[in-house]
């Protein structure tokens, strides 16, 4: 038997343990009880951001944008688009580097829209530049696989 994933609620950001077998029957958080995964991203601040990147037993993939960004503007449809192709085995999230400077100094986020993908709480790949909803899918496959 396998250990449960550690699967953070994108609405109250509490951990969840979920087994592997379970991550497509759409669970719940023991919490709130809203749905673990909707096919969206999940916006973060610093605290949620520690929370999911740090506890996931998912990759997740981080978006850092800025609001006043046009490329960042242009790419969150397709970030939503690529989130419900990617859900559940992969949480996109969101984080906007103008309200978390921090974060984004912490990560030396030199241009945006900016991809990160982690894994168990560290950075495996990074992409900068806009991108469609496919590209998006198969760069973040591609990395998992090459991680693997």
């Known amino acids: 038997m396998t250990s449960p994933l550690h699967i953070v609620c994108p609405h109250c950001h509490t951990t969840n343990r979920v087994a592997a077998a379970d991550l497509a029957s759409a669970p719940d958080c023991g919490r709130c009880h809203q749905p673990l995964f909707g096919g969206h991203s999940v916006a973060l601040d610093g605290a949620s951001f520690e929370r999911h990147v740090g506890r996931s037993g998912i990759p997740v993939l981080v978006d850092f944008w800025a609001p006043w960004c046009g490329p960042c503007r242009m790419m ?31 990560f030396c ?36 696989a090459r991680a693997a």
């Open 76 to 106: 969150a449809p397709a970030f939503e688009q690529a989130a419900a192709q990617l859900e559940p085995q992969v949480r996109l999230a969101k984080l906007d580097t103008e309200a978390e400077p921090a974060l984004g100094a912490r």
């Open 109 to 144: 986020i030199r241009s945006i829209p900016t991809l990160a993908l982690f894994r168990g709480g560290r950075e495996i790949a990074r992409q900068a530049g806009a991108m469609g909803a496919a590209d998006i899918v198969r760069w973040t496959r591609a990395q998992l």
